[in-house]
């Protein structure tokens, strides 16, 4: 599943290797996982200029839940 953060740029984030670096910690954060999805493309959107990362998350298995129907017995 492909999944897209906004990064608005900075002084800090004037060089491509700086923004992959913080393209790939926020995808960590938000996906909770110990290593760095691999971000897919970069792009910039020069009319709201912003830079757009794609990268690839883990689809996350959910447990069934019970019907709030169901009774225990």
């Known amino acids: 599943m492909f999944k897209a953060l906004v990064i608005m740029p900075n ?3 004037s060089e491509v290797g700086a923004l992959l670096a913080v393209a790939r ?5 938000r996906e909770g ?3 760095n999805p691999p971000i897919r ?3 910039f959107i020069a009319e709201l200029g912003i830079f757009v990362a794609v990268y ?4 996350k298995s959910n ?5 709030r129907g169901e ?3």
Request: charged share 35%; aromatic share 0%; glycine share 4%.
């Open 63 to 67: 447990p069934e839940q019970k019907s």
């Open 11 to 13: 002084a800090k984030t």
């Open 56 to 59: 690839e998350a883990a689809e």
């Open 71 to 73: 009774s225990d017995g």
């Open 33 to 35: 996982n110990q290593t």
């Open 25 to 29: 910690d926020a995808a960590r954060k």
């Open 41 to 43: 493309a970069l792009h």
